[in-house]
Every structure is written in C-alpha cells, then in structure tokens.
C-alpha cells in the first residue's frame, strides 16, 4: 500500500499525515501500525522573520516620504526626525546575540532601498568600503542563523527592470507594495523577481527564497508562487524556494508552511515552492521603529498565554514577524529588548523548541508533505523527492533495534527530548525514529 502525505491533509492534526497499514500487515498485537511524519526530533519549529532590512540604509527613513506622495493622508510620520542610517554596529550586536542564543530565521537585504543606491555598487551617502564593510559583516555575522531575502527589488518604486530606473509615475500602479504586481502573469513577476535576486548574487549573497514587500502579489497570489518558484530556481538554482506574505494572527487558522506546485516528484528535478506563514504581528517595534510593541502579546509574563503559547500548542510553526527599524527603534533597541523577553519566556516554558531558518522549515516541510511512504512485514520504505534532516516518525507499536538499509543501527534514548538523526525512543508502544531522509529510497527494519 502506498500513501502520500497529500492525502491526509484535510484531517490530520498539525498536518501531520498517518499511514494506515492493514491488519494482515500489522505484526504487533495484531492491530494495526499507524506511521505518522511529526516535527523534526519531535519538536516545535520556531523562527523569526525580519523585513526592511538592508545594509546601511534605515528603510522607514527614506521610504515614508515615497509611500506619503503616493497617500499623503496615511503617512504622517515625521521621518526627517528618523535616523537615516541603523549603524553595522547594531548589526553585529544582534547577529552575535543571536548566535549566541540559537535565534535563527530571515533577514530581508533590499537589493535597492528606498532607491537611495545600489548594494552589489555603491549607496550616495555612504563610501564603498562602509557598503562592502557592510555586506562582510552580513555574509559572516548574520548569514550562518539567517536565510537571506530580498524585498523585491526598492520596496518602494517598481523599478524598470530594462532601464534600472523607477518608473516616474508615483501612484499605487507603480509602488512595489500596492497594485503594480497583482495582475502580472506568473513569467512577468518572475523576471522582476530575478532582476533583485541577481542583485544580492552579485553583492555575494545566496537565497532561497524571497519576500514580498507589502501587499506585493497578495491578489496573485498563485502567479506569484509560481513566479519565485522559476525566479529563485534560475538565479541560484536553490532545490526548494520558499517566499514570505502572508502571516494569520488569528486563533484556530491554521500557520503550517503550505508547499505549493509540487511536479516532476518521481524524477531526478522534482520541484516545489513552499509558502512560509507567519503568526504574529509585528509586536516588536512597528515598521518605522515608532509603536513600541508589547512582549505580553507573543507570550505573558506568567508564561500562560499569548499568540507563541497558542502556536506552540497547536504543534505548528510558531513564526514570529518583524521589521528591521522597530527592532532599532531610532536607537533605543526597544524592539531588541522586546525579542530577549519573548526568547526569554519562551526557554523558561518549553524544553522542545527548535530554532530553524525559513529554508530549513522549507525543507522539511516539502519532505513532510511529498514523501510517500509503505510499509510490509517490518520494513518502512519511504521515497522522498527531497532529503531532510532529523525526520522524524511516529508510530504506535514498540520498536526495539530500528535497523536503516545499509546496516546501520540507531541508537536507543530514554528520553524523548534527546530525540536527533540516528536514534529512536521507545515507551508504552509508542514510539519515534529519527534519522537524515535522503532523496530516493530510505529502508528502515524495525
């Protein structure tokens, strides 16, 4: 019997499908066994995506007086009083604080901010060598916990990718983050996207994925998908692109990552692209450094409540969002002291979170959902059209000497929270495998 993890969408828990074998096949207690793809080490995922960021340039300083000539009844802000530039300096204190406490997630680089200047040339305002001191400090500080995206190409003005120059109409059929995008075919938004992605390449940047600034394709949202799936495809040829729009604050709607287009699965180039969601709002700081946000929101004081608490529970995805100019706040690093709070409570309430970047999330959950697994007379089979680290089973029978197909034993732990790759736990016949799926065919005997 083979069953794909598509299958089971609509009415398994936290998207998490189980495998129903017949009693003929069954070999415990003549019931039958239920394989089910979990969390990865059986733990809740936990990332943090930060939008408006780029090297130098302070987004809200530069992008409001853009947005208020397009809506000057809505952007009010007086951005003359903003700081133009978040210093690098901030940029290490958070990107070794991070490190240094297992934060990980997305860090936007906008390829031409604001459309103050170019980050693969050169920025007016700032010398060469503070751009390329800028992006050193990126590539070595902040990119071995953070994916890198770009926020389209300046968050602000469509840009005329034949002319590198912003259109000159501003009106919202001309700003990045309003009605440009929604009525592009899926080619049209790829090529656009590609043009920013090539940016950040030349810059010595890698992505795999890509954010949206805004509103950007919130109305296309299938041209969209398919755009950055052949956009980040052809630039980087990243196996499994992933973007950022969407993100539900709401109780009960559901925030699992939602792998989109999934073809060629039985072949040497499957493909897909995955829609990663956040679940919160940004309670950090606002998008201009000027809300001062509230830690109680992603999880309260006494540990009880909040969105994280909700998420956490629920066994999805708990995917925080915020902007790069209210972590800042203007310098007073209200929004950076906020996050310390919340990573706080998170540590004193949970002892199985597990901190991934957006691609990481991507990766496994791609997996989780393609993968189709049998299973016959004590043998798992599964083929994945993509490897994944630390996957995980469940399954309700005992299990006692978990064998993979080339002779490899794992390793037994008695305790569930010591789950990782190469070891099963076992209890009350119940019990959970870990180990590295790699793309193909994987056999495990139990």
């Given at each position: ?160 990718i034949k002319t590198g120059k912003p259109f000159p109409q501003a009106t919202p059929e001309y700003m990045e ?72 604050t709401e109780k009960g709607v559901s925030v699992a990552p939602q792998v989109r287009f999934p073809s060629d ?14 679940c919160t709002g940004d309670w950090f700081g606002g998008w201009d450094g000027l809300e001062p946000g509230n ?152």
């Open positions: 019997m083979e069953f794909s993890r598509r299958t089971f969408l609509k009415t398994a828990a936290t998207g998490a499908a189980a495998v129903a074998v017949s009693p003929e096949l069954a070999f415990t207690a003549k019931k039958p066994v239920n394989i089910e793809i979990v969390n990865p080490r059986k733990r809740v995922p936990v990332s943090l995506i930060i939008d408006d960021s780029t090297t130098l340039v302070n987004m809200a300083h530069f992008g409001i007086p853009q947005f208020a000539e397009v809506f000057p009844d809505k952007y009010k802000q007086d951005w003359r009083k903003l700081p133009r530039e978040i210093p690098d300096a901030f940029v290490r204190e958070f990107g070794e604080w991070s490190a240094g406490n297992g934060v990980k997630g997305k860090y936007s680089i906008v390829p031409y901010p604001a459309c103050t200047g170019w980050v693969n040339r050169f920025i007016p305002g700032w010398t060469r060598r503070e751009l390329e001191e800028s992006l050193k400090l990126v590539r070595e500080v902040i990119v071995p916990n953070w994916d890198i995206h770009p926020e389209m190409v300046s968050h602000t003005r469509v840009i005329d983050n309003w009605e440009w995008s929604q009525k592009k075919s899926a080619d049209e938004l790829a090529a656009y996207q590609a043009y920013a992605l090539n940016i950040l390449k030349e810059a010595g940047l890698t992505c795999e994925g890509l954010t949206t600034p805004g509103g950007y394709g919130g109305r296309n949202q299938d041209n969209l998908a398919l755009g950055t799936l052949q956009a980040v495809r052809e630039v980087y040829s990243a196996e499994i692109p992933h973007y950022f729009r969407d993100l539900f699965l039985h072949t040497n180039d499957p493909k897909c692209v995955v829609s990663i969601l956040g830690a109680d929101l992603f999880i309260t004081e006494d540990l009880q409540t909040g969105r994280l608490v909700e998420v956490v529970e629920s066994g999805e995805p708990a995917i925080m969002v915020c902007h790069w100019p209210g972590i800042y706040c203007n310098g007073e690093k209200t929004g950076f002291n906020i996050l310390k709070t919340v990573k706080n409570r998170l540590d004193q309430r949970y002892g199985h979170l597990v901190w991934m970047k957006l691609s990481e999330i991507s990766r496994y959950w791609a997996a989780k959902e393609l993968t189709t697994i049998t299973f016959d007379n004590r043998q798992i089979r599964l083929k994945a059209p993509f490897a994944a680290p630390d996957f995980t089973l469940k399954m309700n029978t005992s299990v006692k000497n978990p064998i993979l197909k080339n002779g490899t034993p794992l390793q037994k732990v008695t305790n569930i929270r010591n789950l990782k790759s190469g070891t099963f736990f076992s209890e009350n016949w119940e019990s959970y495998i870990c180990f590295d799926l790699q793309k193909g065919e994987t056999e495990i005997t139990i």
